[in-house]
């Protein structure tokens, strides 16, 4: 199984980038990961919706670069699915079962997704009701593909 995350913007933080490399030796045993980091577009506090959308449409740009047109698209937003754990896992395990082995999980910037890139979602995902920045989001969204393996290979984990 091969798990693609494209995400806007570099991680800055020391403890996120610790966090993150520890999930991606945990996943090792699992699949291939390929964490790709797309340049965020630098932009004043207080942007006009045209400005904002300018700016959504340059890292959209950016994102549809490194799409493959046979992964399964995923893309983090806040009016997306909600899952539990185990229900997103049943999910990945029924498309695992008809052939489907990549994923690409998108997740924007601090504005969002561009619309054309959540145009071509097979699935819009939200990791919760509450709001994260999206450095931490790629963090939580690891340790839940994390959680996704080890609930399909019926392993324990912290619940």
Known sequence: MKITIIAVGKLKEK??????????????GFCRLQIIEVPDVKAPE?????????????EGDNILKRIKGNSMLICLDVSGKRFNSEALASMVREK?????????????GSLGIDKKV??????????SDMTFPHQLARLILLEQVFRIFKIINGEPYHK
Not at 96 to 108: N, R
């Open 15 to 28: 403890y996120l980038r610790e966090g993150i490399n520890e999930y991606a030796k945990r996943l090792s």
């Open 118 to 127: 959540l145009g071509m979602a097979d699935l819009k995902l939200s990791l």
């Open 96 to 108: 695992m079962l008809m052939g489907e082995s990549d994923y690409t999980f998108i997740i924007g």
């Open 46 to 58: 207080n942007l006009s919706r045209a400005q904002e959308e300018m700016v959504l449409a340059k």
